[in-house]
């Protein structure tokens, strides 16, 4: 059976992984609009507490400055008008993932779209999360090669980690996008990978539509005419979505890393990669530091997860509003699709 439509849609995977390309094929489709990279979902999420009961108008109002005013929310990138946001908002459903749907709504509006979505690769670790908020949310994880990821990790200027944390990154990724599969199951759960997306643009699009519920537009094959006006001018590190899609990147990692980086890559991630159709270089096993160090990195990382959902599951036990979820999303379209204003 095909998915109802205007159902949420998430984008997320490793970063480095291509996210942005298709946020930008997801946003050249006629019905289907996903912002630039936003940072003010998971902030209200674990910020929730501060707001109070949300069926208080003034609690709402005050969840709305601060999803519209905290300039770290990137709001300003959506190109809204503030006032009337935090207006909607206001007189919205009370609950959290309502509030938040409307911001993607209007941002959806500004293009005439009917369904909206967002992206973020770093939204692997908090699906959870998403899917309390979106209950009817459609998860899209797109897979690179991990050793592609890691060596464009390690080239970027805003990544203030090692690789060493960008493989344990890359691994994380998949895990927990695995274990979101089971979970959720086919209808609300695809991946696809970003060499295959780039080598066949028109199948796997295609593909992707058929799971979203949507028909495969050919402007999707086309991101580059999107990118003026969906990828924020300072982000100069994707400066390739504004050319033709090509595979200039793809397999890079072997200029990029250094010998002991494929090789712990390898050895760390092998299973991994070989799952996913990733062929192996045969480099030689990695050095027993390196493993260790590894291995001290990736169980910080799952200890942190861990405690994270465990202070989540503490306040869930006594939540300000009783329910997060936003409300029925056919429900809200209807209630916002009256006459725009000029």
Not at 42 to 56: K, P, T
Not at 177 to 187: H, I, S, V
Not at 266 to 278: I, K
Not at 305 to 314: F, G, I, S, T, V
Request: glycine share 6%; charged share 30%; net charge positive.
């Amino acid at each position: 059976m095909a998915p109802p439509p205007n159902r949420t849609i998430i984008v997320l995977g490793c970063p480095r992984s291509g996210t942005t390309l298709l946020q930008l094929m997801l946003h050249s489709h006629p019905r289907i609009a996903i912002p630039p990279e936003t940072r003010f979902v998971l902030d209200a999420y674990w910020s929730r507490r501060e707001f109070g009961d949300l069926r208080d108008s003034g609690n709402r109002r005050a969840l709305a400055e601060h999803i519209v005013r905290r300039r770290r929310s990137r709001f300003g990138d959506l190109g809204l008008d503030p006032e009337r946001t935090i207006a909607e908002i206001v007189d919205g459903p009370p609950t959290l993932g309502s509030a938040l749907g409307t911001v993607f709504r209007g941002y959806a509006h500004r293009f005439d779209k009917p369904r909206w979505g967002d992206k973020r690769p770093g939204y692997y670790q908090h699906i959870n999360e998403l899917v309390r908020l979106f209950p009817d949310v459609q998860i899209v994880h797109l897979i690179r090669d991990g050793r592609d990821c890691v060596g464009s990790l390690k080239n970027m200027d805003w990544y203030r980690h090692d690789s060493v944390t960008a493989m344990a990154t890359w691994a994380e990724a998949l895990d927990y996008g695995r274990a979101a599969q089971r979970r959720l199951g086919p209808d609300s759960y695809y991946q696809l990978y970003y060499e295959r997306l780039i080598d066949s643009p028109e199948e796997e699009l295609s593909a992707l539509c058929a799971f979203l519920g949507e028909e495969f537009d050919p402007a999707m094959c086309e991101p580059n005419r999107v990118a003026d006006v969906a990828v924020p001018e300072r982000k100069t590190w994707h400066t390739n979505t504004h050319r033709e899609v090509n595979r200039s990147s793809s397999g890079s990692w072997e200029k990029r890393l250094e010998p002991w980086e494929i090789s712990l890559c390898e050895t760390v991630l092998g299973s991994r990669l070989r799952h996913n159709g990733y062929e192996l270089s045969g480099a030689p096993r990695a050095a027993a530091r390196d493993l260790a160090r590894y291995a001290r990195v990736a169980t910080t990382r799952r200890l942190a997860h861990r405690k994270r959902e465990l202070r989540d599951r503490w306040w869930r036990l006594n939540e300000p509003t009783p329910n997060l979820a936003a409300v029925e999303a056919r429900s809200d379209e209807r209630r916002s699709t009256g006459p725009e204003e000029s």
